[in-house]
């Protein structure tokens, strides 16, 4: 079994610091389960969130060796072992202990987005008729599993602390597959620019790189949500011809 | 939003634990944007060697006043100033200029290489302070659909110039007669490069139909934006090839006028 060291972030928010961990793996063997034999092996108390193991329920998000990640989507054989392993939590929200954050933020910014409302239904029957062309945008965004490792690299929220003004690409997301579904008629594109701060966005790109569900959150979601919000608001032709 | 306490720290400038060369990107990009400032702005302020045969170098495209043939209104106005200095090219290259630099890739790219903000993803930034486009200046990137439309216009101009470079004077009779030589191809490609990445304008794709939610009520407005879509996913290569050629364009002309550069006559 080829071996390897793992840094982990061992403390809770009075303060904390890197612990190493010597540990063998196993062939095929993914960061999270070497959490797991440290856990069982070496540090029975470590904190660390998991679920479905199978890159499904957006528990297990961490940042290895610098990235933020799912851990039981991070094969140890993508590593680098001759350096040590490092394994620390996500940056963007408050620590709860060791590797586990309270990403209780999310829930609360979400209860702000206005829900879907659906027009009036096309049949008597009460249902609605829909294009497969106009449901497929909406549906990419649909994938995401709300493991917030978007809302952890993005910088507006990661190094200055938006939080109160700033939704984040998670729900940018949420917002543009409300948007863009062919059954809403609620309008959010007010909320967009001053609520959910859609203008600190500066497209960095970073949170579509770290999606492990590969939403291109940035080209298909913000920058068509910055471009409703141009026409709204920024576009002087627009509003004196209308459209 | 309502106020939440979230009590998170930042990181030092540069600090990370991530352990790839994450810098490469940055500087690779601060590097090649800052060639290119530097020689456009050199090659806009000749006023010089911009022409070559029926060759125009995409710099000084259109030539609205000039000295050359391809001149729209004839030589500099009377009315200019003495004081100010005249080149054709720093008439128009605002335009082009300011397409690129509020274009969405370019935004994300020269934010980080330029002012570090961040220097790469989940790296320490040297600022505490933030304003995004949220506000004063960066707010004045939403006039980029503006942009889009001068950069279709200059497109059109380019194609008729990459037309123009197949005429050739015929040394003998002294009549225009078609062919193909080298630097036809060059501004061929030229207007190729640059039409490829102005169609993949994020703008054009809400323009031409992404702005609806229903699109499937206009089957052209679907046409073009699957067809727009399609270049919008290579927005960044062809920022980056059509960056380069527009201004190798410009460099082929100017060798050929200075008698550098030869140019062969392929038919």
């Known amino acids: 079994m080829p071996d390897a060291t793992f840094r982990i972030w061992r403390g809770d928010a009075s303060g904390g610091a890197l612990q190493e961990y010597p540990t063998f793996y196993e062939n095929g063997m993914v960061v999270l389960d070497v959490i797991h034999k440290i856990q069982a092996e070496q540090a029975q108390d470590l904190a660390c969130r998991w679920n479905c193991k199978a890159g499904k329920c957006g528990s297990c998000s961490a940042e290895i060796n610098g990235k933020p990640k799912l851990m039981c989507m991070t094969r140890m054989s993508d590593l680098d072992v001759s350096q040590p392993v490092t394994v620390q939590p996500m940056q963007t929200f408050p620590l709860l202990r060791d590797l586990v954050t309270n990403v209780e933020w999310n829930y609360r910014v979400k209860q702000e987005i206005k829900k879907l409302e659906p027009r009036k239904p096309d049949a008597p029957d009460g249902t609605w008729r829909m294009q497969q062309a106009d449901v497929e945008r909406a549906q990419e965004f649909r994938k995401c599993i709300e493991c917030y490792l978007c809302q952890d690299v993005c910088h507006v929220l990661r190094e200055h602390h938006k939080h109160n003004e700033f939704a984040g690409p998670r729900f940018l997301i949420h917002i543009a597959q409300l948007e863009m579904n062919p059954l809403d008629v609620a309008d959010r594109v007010p909320d967009l620019k001053d609520r959910h701060g859609l203008g600190y966005c500066n497209i960095t790109k970073c949170c579509t790189k770290v999606c492990p569900e590969e939403i291109t959150i940035t080209d298909n979601a913000i920058i068509p949500l910055k471009e409703r919000v141009v026409d709204r608001f920024y576009d002087p032709l627009k509003k004196l011809f209308g459209g | ?267």
């Open chain 2, 1 to 267: 939003m309502a106020s939440f306490d979230v009590p998170v720290t930042s990181s030092g400038f540069g600090q990370t634990s991530r352990r790839d060369a994450w810098w490469l990107q940055p500087v690779a990009t601060f590097l090649g944007l800052s060639a290119f400032i530097v020689y456009s702005t050199w090659a806009a302020f000749q006023g010089d060697h911009y022409t070559y045969q029926g060759y125009l170098s995409p710099f000084y495209s259109p030539e609205i006043f000039g000295p050359s043939a391809h001149s729209w209104f004839g030589p500099k106005p009377a009315w200019w100033p003495a004081w100010l200095l005249f080149s054709p090219a720093l008439l128009i290259l605002w335009a082009p200029g300011g397409f690129r630099f509020t274009c969405y890739y370019y935004r994300g790219a020269y934010y980080k290489a330029f002012w570090a903000d961040p220097p790469s993803c989940a790296v320490g930034e040297p600022r505490n302070a933030y304003r995004g486009e949220h506000s004063f200046p960066l707010i004045l990137q939403n006039v980029h659909r503006y942009f889009l439309y001068l950069a279709l216009a200059f497109i059109l101009i380019l194609a008729s110039d990459a037309w123009k470079a197949m005429w050739f004077t015929n040394a003998e009779t002294g009549a225009a007669e078609w062919g193909v030589g080298v630097g036809t191809i060059v501004l061929t490609l030229n207007v190729v490069f640059l039409g490829s990445y102005t169609f993949g304008c994020h703008s054009l794709r809400h323009l031409v139909g992404g702005g609806r939610d229903i699109l499937s009520s206009s089957p052209l407005a679907l046409k073009l934006w699957k067809r727009v879509t399609w270049f919008n996913c290579r927005h960044m290569r062809f920022a980056w090839i059509s960056l380069f050629w527009v201004g190798f364009s410009d460099l082929y002309v100017r060798l050929c006028s200075m008698g550098i550069w030869s140019d062969w006559r392929i038919l």
